[in-house]
């Protein structure tokens, strides 16, 4: 009697916590939706509110909430207030540097909620893109606010994270991996203990449906060694309009060579490379070179996450168990809003923008190499909570067992949580200023164009967000002199 007081008891705790991670999932689903409807809607004042409120942002940018924070410091940009975005960001990089060092035991509480829950309850863990695009962002900030030595420090940032983000992702894959031998210890433990559940067959039997979910993994082009052309474009672009010495020459030729290889066939990127390699060795003089207008166009809306359910195999002795199924994220494509961005001036077409990156490709490259881990995580979690209902029916019957059933229906659920408010894609066009002094933006599909005053500076940068097909367009633009 006192084992089923027990039994009840327990499986009372761990059903509460399934509510609890239930509601929590569906809350933040809401909220993600209400905020995702806003940036497709272009209303990005509102989503910045809608981000700062959710996230309970201060004034000073503090908060102990990472994802609102990214998806706020990006919509305070995109709105034009650029001061509080970048002190957003500010914040938002110091908890992504805790998140580095945290201590062993939340790390250990955090463990046991994704095996028992899922990881909804935990706090957002930041991908190596999220801290790489916090750096771009903030240096995009400062130039447009003319601050170009916080501009330098926040790119020479960026550089270094993409330096150390195969190093990064190589530490985090190797905790996780730590972590999960834990859980098949202990799963091999309970095994042993009951002689019911078989693990490392029920695992290799579940990859391989899983495979067959994920066809799309074998088709997605990564990037080499976590490198995002944006981040390495502006980098180089920077180094080379901001120049000091001839050292910040040979930053931005090394940038431009690298994302001159990744697209070789860009005509920006690759006039870019030229005129730096004619400024380094000293052939060309910057005073010299004819004013030009960079256009940096963001466009459409980053992969979405979506919830994938998949039926596992698991291979008990006997039919102890009434569900088994297993919930991955899964990304999904959004759309571009616009093909291009035509360049116009006086009538007449000075060019339109060109691919520079995907970021869904950024993107794609960390799922597709940290999705072994996910699956491995899950499945683990899945066992768990399987050994929780063979136990339920053992010492409670079928009552145990439909309540053990409803328990892991509610807490299996996929982290569905990500930066969304990223573009899809990043274009470029690079044009010779013209005379007039100002330039025309058009686009297939776009009602009005933009027509917009160029400063009176030797080179100019545009900056431009779109999210989806209609929508108009935002933009912010500054002057670099020779």
């Known amino acids: 009697m006192r084992n089923l007081r027990t039994g009840v008891q327990t499986l009372s705790l761990v059903f509460g916590l399934g509510l609890l991670a239930g509601c929590?999932?569906?809350?933040?689903?809401?909220?993600?939706?209400?905020?995702?409807?806003?940036?497709?809607?272009?209303?990005?004042?509102?989503a910045a509110d809608f981000a700062l409120k959710a996230g309970d942002i201060k004034p000073d940018g503090s908060s102990e909430d990472l994802l609102w924070s990214l998806q706020a410091g990006s919509a305070l940009s995109a709105a034009g207030e650029l001061d509080l975005s970048t002190r957003v960001f500010d914040h938002a990089e110091s908890m992504m540097k805790q998140e580095d060092t945290e201590n062993l035991g939340r790390k250990g509480l955090e463990k046991v909620t994704a095996a028992l829950v899922n990881n909804n309850l935990n706090r957002y863990s930041p991908t190596v893109y999220d801290g790489v695009m916090v750096n771009t962002y903030k240096a995009l900030n400062n130039i447009f606010l003319q601050d170009m030595q916080n501009a330098r420090i926040e790119f020479n940032r960026a550089a270094d994270r993409q330096r150390r983000a195969e190093e990064t992702f190589k530490a985090r894959i190797e905790a996780q991996k730590e972590k999960l031998?834990?859980?098949?210890?202990?799963?091999?433990?309970?095994?042993?203990?009951?002689?019911?559940?078989?693990?490392?067959?029920?695992?290799?039997?579940?990859?391989?449906?899983?495979?067959?979910?994920?066809?799309?993994?074998?088709?997605?082009?990564a990037y080499p060694d976590f490198v995002n052309p944006y981040t390495d474009y502006l980098h180089g672009l920077y180094f080379m309009l901001a120049?000091?010495?001839?050292?910040?020459?040979?930053?931005?030729?090394?940038?431009?060579?690298?994302?001159?290889?990744?697209?070789?066939?860009?005509?920006?990127?690759?006039?870019?490379?030229?005129?730096?390699?004619?400024?380094?060795?000293?052939?060309?003089?910057?005073?010299k070179l004819n004013p030009a207008v960079w256009v940096i166009f963001e466009n459409g809306e980053a992969p979405a996450v979506e919830e994938t359910l998949i039926p596992l195999p698991l291979f008990l002795l006997n039919d102890q168990v009434e569900y088994s199924q297993i919930a991955l994220p899964k990304l999904k494509s959004r759309n571009r809003a616009y093909p291009h961005l035509e360049l116009r001036a006086n009538g007449k077409a000075l060019g339109k923008t060109q691919l520079l990156a995907s970021m869904d490709r950024?993107?794609?490259?960390?799922?597709?190499?940290?999705?072994?881990?996910?699956?491995?995580?899950?499945?683990?979690?899945?066992?768990?909570?399987?050994?929780?209902?063979?136990?339920?029916?053992?010492?409670?019957?079928?009552?145990?067992?439909?309540?053990?059933?409803?328990?892991q229906a509610a807490t299996t659920r996929a982290d569905m949580r990500s930066w969304s408010s990223l573009p899809k894609e990043v274009q470029v066009a690079r044009v010779r200023k013209p005379a007039s002094g100002s330039i025309e933006l058009k686009a297939p599909g776009l009602d009005t164009p933009l027509k917009i005053a160029l400063p009176d500076t030797r080179f100019t940068v545009i900056h431009v967000r779109a999210t989806t097909p209609g929508s108009t367009p935002v933009y912010q633009v500054t002057g670099f002199d020779a």
């Open 362 to 407: 950024v993107i794609q490259t960390e799922f597709k190499k940290e999705f072994p881990l996910k699956v491995t995580e899950a499945i683990a979690s899945t066992l768990t909570k399987a050994f929780i209902q063979y136990q339920a029916k053992k010492e409670m019957g079928l009552a145990g067992s439909l309540l053990a059933g409803v328990y």
């Open 243 to 287: 120049s000091v010495d001839s050292s910040d020459y040979g930053k931005a030729r090394e940038s431009l060579r690298r994302v001159k290889g990744m697209v070789p066939s860009n005509k920006a990127v690759a006039t870019d490379h030229m005129v730096i390699n004619k400024l380094r060795t000293g052939s060309w003089r910057k005073h």
């Open 181 to 221: 031998a834990e859980t098949r210890s202990q799963a091999e433990a309970e095994k042993a203990q009951t002689s019911q559940l078989q693990f490392n067959k029920s695992e290799q039997a579940s990859r391989e449906v899983i495979e067959e979910a994920y066809p799309e993994l074998d088709q997605w082009r």
């Open 24 to 46: 929590q999932t569906l809350s933040n689903q809401q909220n993600l939706n209400n905020f995702n409807q806003h940036i497709a809607q272009g209303n990005y004042q509102a």
